[in-house]
């Protein structure tokens, strides 16, 4: 007997076989769809890799290209540091601070020790620079009891400017008539004192150079200042300006004067801003100063051991500066150091500068040997500076006259100074040696002459 239900198991049969191939077909095309999906991943990574790799190797030669062309001055020194070797290190650095000006070299280059290195390679660029460079603004500065200027120039540097207020051959007689105190500051005394303090290896005074400027062209219509422009007036046909300062020092019998209108002055470079410090340097009493009141301490009683232990940071290196200090003011004669100075970026641990020597060189026939109170007082010198008078008093091709001559005839306003001052240095380093052997008679040797 026949069933309704043959036939029908067939078409199920049937239909089961046709989707149990296409479930395998199905199944083979996603193995297939994946193992392309891993495939491409992988090219897609290696892609992304050897993209890495190529922008690392143009990194690398675009930075080594940047280092040998140094033309750009912001170059991305850390990121270099991981690439090139320590001596490559140094050349990039060294390229760095060729790029900047003289003026940014010496700024850059200060340190505790010293303002500037011995051999510093930018320095007659530098002084050149302070000696020619265009002026664009001229400005008054008010510090101090006498008259002086900045002249601010073109590329951000500023320089202090002390004005000619005495002929070369002119002496300041130093008698109860014309007190140290009534001693007019000196361009000339500034831009010598500079040479001597490098000569001597001091290396504390900032570079100072002589300039020539005319005055309607550098001042007048570069100042706006009313009240120092209202002070102009003519003296035998030159002219001439009182200025704005104290009256003892700025007044009509005192007026500065060029010759027609060109004057000669002294510009000092300016210093670096101290961070944190509102001026770049900051100022501590000299304890050996000519002052009428404050001479009377040390005149009279030795302050040498109250001197070292009065010192805040307590080193030798404060303490021989002083020393240095006051055979410096000695071979100059300047009677003006009420204060001492020192670098507020290194605070205490500064070197004590040599700066405003404006009252130096006034008289060569004066030597006051109470400049040398802090040699005879303390009997201790620094090794270094007793070396280097000794070689100076000794070689006589080499002696400090003739040093100082070499050195000054450089500047543009040469001669700076009289040559009987010159010759004045030479009798003088005499007698420091001469206070200094006096100590070492006394005293050993190795007490007196010191390291640091």
Same mark, same amino acid.
């Given at each position: ?114 303002? =500037?290195?011995?051999?510093?390679? =930018? ?12 002026? $664009?603004?001229?400005?008054?500065? $008010? ?135 509102? =001026? ?34 307590? $080193? ?69 500076? =007793? ?66």
């Amino acid at each position: 007997m026949t069933t309704c239900f043959g036939p029908t198991r067939k078409v199920f049969r049937i239909i089961f076989v046709l989707i149990l191939i296409n479930s395998v077909a199905l199944f083979y095309y996603f193995l297939l769809k994946l193992e392309n999906l891993e495939n491409g991943s992988n090219f897609v990574g290696q892609r992304a890799i050897q993209k890495k790799s190529d922008s690392q190797q143009q990194f690398k030669h675009a930075l080594q290209s940047e280092q040998h062309n140094q033309h750009d001055n912001n170059i991305n020194v850390n990121e270099m540091q991981i690439l090139i070797p320590p001596k490559e290190k140094e050349k990039v650095h060294k390229a760095k601070i060729s790029a900047q000006k003289p003026w940014q070299q010496f700024q850059s280059g200060i340190t505790k020790d010293f303002m =500037y290195p011995k051999d510093a390679p =930018y320095m007659q660029d530098l002084l050149d620079y302070l000696a020619h460079t265009e002026i $664009k603004e001229t400005r008054l500065f $008010k510090s101090g009891s006498q008259f002086k200027l900045l002249f601010l120039f073109a590329d951000g540097n500023t320089g202090l400017v002390k004005p000619q207020r005495m002929k070369i051959n002119e002496i300041y007689p130093y008698t109860n008539e014309h007190p140290f105190w009534l001693d007019p500051e000196r361009h000339s005394a500034e831009i010598a004192s500079f040479h001597l303090d490098r000569i001597l290896n001091f290396r504390r005074s900032v570079p100072i150079a002589g300039r020539r400027i005319n005055m309607t062209e550098d001042i007048i219509q570069k100042c706006d200042d009313k009240e120092f422009l209202d002070t102009f007036i003519k003296k035998d046909g030159n002219l001439c300006f009182i200025g704005v300062c104290v009256p003892w020092f700025c007044n009509e019998d005192r007026a500065m004067c060029g010759v027609e209108e060109i004057m000669e002055v002294s510009v000092s470079q300016f210093l670096p801003q101290a961070p944190k410090s509102r =001026y770049p340097v900051f100022d501590r009493p000299y304890p050996w100063s000519q002052g009428i009141k404050e001479s009377k301490v040390w005149k009279g009683a030795n302050v040498c051991d109250d001197v070292f232990k009065g010192l805040q940071n307590g $080193k030798d290196r404060a303490f021989l500066d002083l020393i240095d200090l006051g055979i410096f003011d000695f071979l100059i004669v300047n009677y003006d150091r009420h204060h001492y100075s020192m670098l507020s970026q290194f605070k205490n641990e500064s070197f004590i500068t040599l700066l405003d020597n404006g009252k130096g060189f006034g008289n060569h026939k004066k030597d006051d040997i109470t400049f040398l109170a802090p040699v005879y007082q303390c009997c201790k010198i620094r090794r270094s500076t =007793y070396n280097r008078l000794t070689e100076l008093s000794q070689d006589k091709k080499n002696k400090l006259s003739t040093l100082m001559r070499i050195s000054l005839s450089r500047d543009v306003l040469s001669p700076v100074v009289n040559d009987k001052f010159l010759e004045a240095l030479d009798r003088r380093v005499k007698q420091v040696l001469e206070t200094v052997q006096t100590c070492l008679l006394d005293k050993n040797r190795e007490s007196v002459l010191m390291d640091g």
